[in-house]
């Protein structure tokens, strides 16, 4: 066999299902009550056997851990709660050799106080060249006592509450956009794009497989950082809107310069390396902009975990994701879960965090019939750790035990994300669920409520009708039926509040979003359902809040 037909396919990215794993939540080797690299390598057989084609590891980086690593204080390194290079290392061999790619979180945006790069600017002074790589600035009100403003230099808000702007001792201010911990980059200082391209280089060199990219759309800020008319919002709601501070023109500049340094490793080793950004712009057609064919490969579809669940917002989501992102030439990356937004179980069911969990069957029923229409859909999907195993939000974690900066900022006023970020549940029977080795501390480093117990991997293994069985028979499937792997879509005509539509010439699947129970509109034998009843029914009747894979005559 030549080298050429040797080499891995490319484009694997397009339709595969990727697990994020929040490292300090996933798996703890040492008994610290803290996740680590080598607590994931020990559960990369779970993971093989789930039927992901990789992971996606959140960040491990030396950092003081203000917003649980996106403030990072060195990118080149592993933070000591996490392990060490060489565990690092070991981890992608691993998963390597269980065909398993590696994608890791690299945070450009902002870093921590604590980089080298931030102490210099901090010690050098107000006009010095170190603190023209950040977004230093002189204070408004030039009748401040001390003649130095004492006032931030716009009225810009931070996503996680309070001014965008911290003053230090020497008068001038910063601008960070999230938490005062978190100083943010001046990416027109050419310095800056020198650096993370040398971060870049540094986890390519090591064997990963792709970058997840935070906060790609917020990297250039606009010239003389001017005042934003509706700065309150961007407080109140997290959403980003501020035109000055986000999608600036020049940052797509950066990712075409990423791309490229992907593009050489691609061509050089003959596996391909994938850039997949977290883009928060609300507009489809911009977020498009961001995966033409020399940016992103992909950007997160987050308009899919944000829909309500019923059929016209569903349709519309599915229909822009798949006109307008797939049009660029890409493909849309699904998300119904990740690490900062409440579980869909309990989205699903009316709960929140701080409000109670709501209709919890309701919305279970509701997570594994969405679940189906994901990985039914043309594209990739990002999975969130726990959301194979039904875990809902963690609704009513103690004040005293959150650590999210975003509800100490806000004091109290957004409950932050910790509740989808609560240790996960191996065994049932044992201490703190099994997340840490037997003779362990028995604490985690946010409690684990009683009830995860029902939620177990090994209760969910005993339990043929479980979510994780769900799961797995899905992502079976999907590897298995050409029609699955086929870009071929089309919508069929259905009753109000279903939803159904046909890949390639052998699959279909059917959601029924309404409250009442609806006639199957495709003929065919049931490859899947999110209900036994539909099964035990012969596929007749869709009960609400169902979802069925049904096999066409093609694929007989």
Known sequence: ??????????????????YQVYVRSFADSDGDGIGDLDGVRSRLPYLRSLGVD???LNPFYPSPLHDHGYDVSDYRGVHPDYGTLDSFDRLVRDAHRLGLKVIIDVVP???SIEHHW??????????SPERDRFHFAEGRNEHSA?????????????????????????????????????????????????????????????GV??????VAHGLHKAEGLPDHEHADHDELTGDPINPHAWNQPEVHDVWRGWRAVAEEYTQRTGRERVLVGEVGVLDTHQLAQYQRPDELHQTFFFEFLRADWDEPSLYGVIERGLRTIAGSGSSVAWVLNNHDMPRSVTRYAGGAPGAGPGDLDL???????????MLALPGSAYLYQGEELGLPEVTDLPDHVLTDPMFHRTGGVRRGRDGCRVPLPWTADHDVFGFSPDGSAGTTWLPQPGWFAEHAVDRMLDRGDSMLHLYREALALRHRLPALRSDDFRWLPTEPGVLAFTRGDGF?????????PVCNPVDGPLLLASDAAVLDGAGEKLPPNTAAWVLLEAER
């Open 1 to 18: 066999m030549s080298a050429e037909t040797s080499r891995p396919p490319l484009n694997w990215w397009r339709s595969a299902v990727v």
């Open 54 to 56: 990789g992971l996606w």
């Open 109 to 111: 945006n902002h870093c």
């Open 118 to 127: 931030f102490r210099a600017a901090l010690a050098a002074g107000p006009g």
């Open 146 to 206: 001390d003649g130095r403003g004492d006032e931030p230099p716009n009225n810009w808000r931070s996503i996680f509450g309070g001014s965008a702007w911290q003053r230090v001792p020497d008068g001038q201010w910063y601008l960070h956009t999230f938490a005062a911990e978190q100083p943010d980059f001046n990416w027109r200082h050419p310095e800056v794009a020198s650096y993370f391209e040398g971060v870049l280089r540094f986890w390519l060199d090591r």
């Open 209 to 214: 497989d792709g970058l997840r990219i935070d």
């Open 363 to 373: 919305g279970l029923d509701r997570a594994r019939a969405a679940a189906l229409l």
């Open 508 to 516: 279909a699947c059917v959601v029924n979003c309404s409250p009442k």
